[in-house]
């Protein structure tokens, strides 16, 4: 904590936290269900985006195929469903069937490095793509699978439009957004971003890297097929573009766009992405152009979200102080600047 | 103890270490010197498991090190600093530290323990009471000094509870007052921890100066060993290597 920091204020910053558990509040205020079904997308792209991040931005691995699970729980969400089984029972078969697709799938593509690995992935996700577009009579073929989610209910509430789904995507979101949040704050997280900064370091610490990565994989796995499973409530079915690789490319550049550094700094990037496809539709009709000269502008000029901006600007805020009394107080070491009261908080991952 | 018995590696028809067998016992402090391409890097990686020895054993208080990959021969007790600091640039030196401490990362332990855990910043501060680090022990390690960035890339590999520490040209690209802070540094660790300490080192001065004991490689081979009186006074080194710098010290 430092001098220009009110002590109060600051304390709240934890609290920060929970702020999602705000959006289950959310309906008391509005429950216009335009203004639902919008943050209903941006809560399920952000979750997918923020499951990719766990690989892009704590781990170092970008993969273009992260949608095949996505797409691979959406569609056995809508085959469970159609079968006849429960919303919960759907939900956990389709999410444990992806996990395991990412077990397979991550135990071949992890094995590879840099620019082979996003390629392997690119590919997978091509192959699951391709298989849903010919094996029609199970996926629907290019039509997808429509009609089951009308019979998602739960305790006896329909879950396939208006406030309840609103409610379900907003609890699940942010289950899976703490369970997150726990896990890159974890010894395992620390792990994560450890290979992320040097690998070959890592391993000479006694870290099994293989191991590490995989456990990445599949776990991002598990989030995206989370999202997965809401974007087939939020859509109401499964449709091959799920799979594509744009549905992959729109989770890397919403994290592109929000950053990569601090947690929620995809969900950001969602936002305004949404915000940018629906300003773009309706002014100018030209939304690659637009989107296209973004991305061009944030790789080649910002290079960081503007979440990552704002947390490097507090960072440096904070460490201000703590420069000038290093420089006042005769400090051993000019370096020691950035020196913050409290090493605990600085490890924690924003 | 640290034994290499007639450890041979070549790449290709370029015989780098030749038939090299050494002991080093526990607790010891030694140097290995030589001129550039006389295979010391090597012989370091080939004890990480960075290489594995086409013929011979490595053995670490009787225990084979050779043909585990680094990770493995890290979990048995060796730890080593590089020649270019090996660092994680997000981490700063303290969570560095937490971070090499930890020895459960993944399964349950690993998910459910929050980081930094309290046996890491146990180790962590003493690490950097050990090393002297406590003015940039939270700064960014980007923003180090070279000299404590060095001394970070040491207090990383303490951290992961060695046996034996490998030091790889540890005053390389530094200043002279900043070298024999190292080099006090150094000796005030190997002192404290009681380490088996293997460091690599080009300034004759350091090396005569810390070392209980010299080796000497050239063209991959042994040249000489023992003391660093003997060493310098073998006229195979003097041809060899030291030249110069041995009529200057006599």
């Known amino acids: ?350 | 103890m640290l034994s290499l018995r007639h450890v041979s590696k070549s790449f290709g028809g370029n015989h780098v270490i030749q038939d090299v067998s050494l002991e080093f016992a526990t607790g010891s402090l030694s140097a290995v010197i030589g001129p550039n391409g006389a295979g010391k890097t090597t012989l370091f990686n080939l004890i990480c498991g960075t290489l594995h020895p086409d013929r011979g054993e490595i053995l670490l208080d009787g225990a084979p090190l050779h043909g585990l990959p680094p990770r493995q021969v890290a979990r048995r007790g060796l730890a080593r600093a590089f020649q270019v600091a090996s660092l994680f640039p997000s981490f700063t030196p303290w969570q560095s530290f937490c971070a090499a401490a930890v020895p459960e990362r993944l399964g349950v332990a690993g998910l459910l323990s929050g980081f930094p855990r309290q046996q890491g910043r146990q180790r962590a501060d003493e690490v950097i009471a050990l090393l002297g680090l406590d003015a940039v022990a939270h700064t960014p390690v980007e923003q180090l000094s070279h000299g404590d960035q060095k001394m970070v890339d040491i207090g990383i590999a303490l951290c992961a509870h060695p046996r034996v520490l490998l030091l790889d040209e540890p005053t390389a690209g530094m200043g002279p007052e900043e070298r024999w802070h190292m080099v006090e540094t150094v000796r005030r660790l190997w002192q404290a921890t009681g380490l088996t300490v293997l460091f690599i080192e080009h300034d004759m001065d350091i090396v005569f100066s810390v070392a209980e004991d010299v080796t000497v490689l050239s063209y991959g081979a042994i040249l000489a060993r023992g003391t660093p009186q003997a060493v310098r006074a073998d006229p195979g080194v003097i041809r060899a290597y030291l030249g110069s710098y041995a009529k200057e010290a006599a």
């Open chain 1, 1 to 350: 904590m430092n001098n220009d920091t009110p002590p109060g204020l600051a304390r709240l910053l934890p609290l920060l936290h929970f702020a999602p558990l705000l959006l289950l509040a959310l309906p008391w205020f509005t429950q216009a269900g335009g203004t639902l079904d919008r943050i209903s997308f941006v809560l399920v792209y952000g979750l997918f985006a923020m499951s990719l991040n766990l690989l892009v931005g704590y781990t170092g691995l970008v993969s273009f195929g992260h949608a095949m699970f996505f797409a691979f729980s959406a569609y056995g969400f809508c085959l469970l469903l159609g079968a006849g089984w429960g919303v919960v029972p759907a939900m956990l078969g389709a999410v444990g069937a992806s996990t395991l697709l990412a077990c397979v799938i991550g135990a071949v593509c992890v094995r590879l490095h840099e620019t082979y690995f996003s390629f392997i992935t690119l590919a997978m996700a091509m192959l699951l793509y391709n298989m849903i577009e010919i094996w029609a009579p199970v996926t629907g073929g290019d039509q997808g699978l429509t009609g089951m989610v009308r019979q998602a209910t739960l305790f006896g509430t329909n879950l396939s439009a208006g406030l309840p789904r609103y409610e379900f995507i907003a609890a699940v979101f942010c289950a899976s957004a703490f369970a997150m949040y726990a896990l890159v704050s974890s010894s395992f997280g620390a792990t994560l971003r450890m290979v992320r900064d040097n690998e070959p370091r890592s391993a000479y610490l006694g870290v099994n890297v293989y191991a590490t990565k995989l456990a990445a994989f599949i776990l991002a796995g598990l989030f995206a097929a989370v999202a997965g499973v809401l974007a087939t409530l939020l859509v109401s079915g499964a449709y091959p573009t799920m799979a594509f690789w744009s549905t992959s490319g729109d989770a890397i550049f919403a994290i592109l766009l929000g950053g990569s550094r601090v947690f929620y700094g995809p969900l950001a990037g969602a936002l305004l992405l949404r915000l940018l496809v629906d300003g773009t539709t309706r002014y100018t009709g030209n939304t690659s152009l637009v989107l296209g000269a973004l991305i061009l502008a944030i790789v080649l000029v910002v290079r960081k979200g503007p979440v990552d901006w704002l947390n490097e600007w507090w960072q440096a805020r904070k460490a201000r102080p703590a420069r000038r009394t290093a420089n006042t107080g005769n400090a051993v070491n000019t370096s020691a600047a950035a020196v913050t009261a409290d090493p605990a908080a600085e490890a924690r991952p924003c």
